[in-house]
């Protein structure tokens, strides 16, 4: 979990500082013209954060590897587009989109 992005979630624009996830280092700047979130508001926006993180991570894996575009475009010309797709859907194998998203 990451307070520090969850409490930028919760209140864009804030000027704050925080250490790790400690609620108790929450300083928060004299010029928000806003209440700091509470602590619970804190945890559930960075469990929700984390899940999401975790729900998407495939995209990310998958982006990292895929051939780099210039790859791509010499198997299609070279092998392909069924080459190319063979490619793109080994990857997609390793790092299935998981179900419900």
Known sequence: MDYFKAIAELKPGSVFSIEGNDYST??????????????????????????????NAYQFNRMMAYPDFGTQMDIIYHQGLDAWREEINKVKEKYPKPEGS
């Open 26 to 55: 929450l300083w928060w700047g004299d010029d928000n013209e806003s209440e700091p979130p509470t602590e619970n508001e804190v945890h559930q926006k960075a469990e929700e954060l984390s899940e999401l993180q975790q729900r």
